[in-house]
């Protein structure tokens, strides 16, 4: 009898935490749910918040470069996100991941500063047409994570 009780707990409380997790959006749904709204100054929040972190987010610091290069171009905020990169991929020990964040950090720095102008709406709405359900590169940006989990 205790142990059928115990094991009802047990399920009955492994059912609440999944219920409570499936209802705690992801930072990439959150993302994903503002682009699909065209929410782009909610997004930037996101993200300068992800980066101004003690512990920043991998992926969020390339979809801010993403953000920084296409969206709201900012040359100095996509240098800075891109040099957090760097700084948690060389703490990383990982060389795959050194060298990408190296090579993500001097493409932003190669970029004439006056290709940094304000995106036209056009150029928005090219990139809403072509990412209609996810913020773009999402993908990708997530898969940086595998390099910094244990």
């Keep these: 009898m205790m142990n059928s009780l115990k094991t009802l707990l047990f399920f009955s409380l492994l059912c609440l935490g999944v ?12 993302l994903s749910q503002l682009w699909r709204s065209r929410n782009h100054d909610q997004v930037r929040t996101i993200l300068e918040a ?10 969020i610091l390339h979809c801010s470069k993403v953000f920084y ?7 100095a905020k996509a240098i800075s996100a891109m040099t957090q990169l760097k700084q ?7 060389q795959t991941f050194v060298d990408l964040a190296a090579s993500e950090l001097a493409e932003v720095q190669s ?31 997530a898969s940086l994570r595998r390099f910094v989990q244990p």
Aim: hydrophobic share 35%.
């Design 111 to 141: 970029l004439p500063d006056h290709e940094f102008g304000a995106s036209t709406q056009e150029a928005l709405n090219i990139l809403h047409s072509e990412f209609s359900d996810k913020f773009p590169n999402i993908e990708f940006s």
């Design 50 to 59: 992800n980066r101004a972190a003690a512990a920043p987010d991998v992926g």
């Design 88 to 94: 948690l991929a060389d703490s990383s020990g990982k």
């Design 19 to 30: 219920s409570l997790c499936a209802q705690t959006p992801t930072i990439d749904s959150q």
């Design 69 to 75: 290069l296409f969206v709201q171009p900012d040359k």
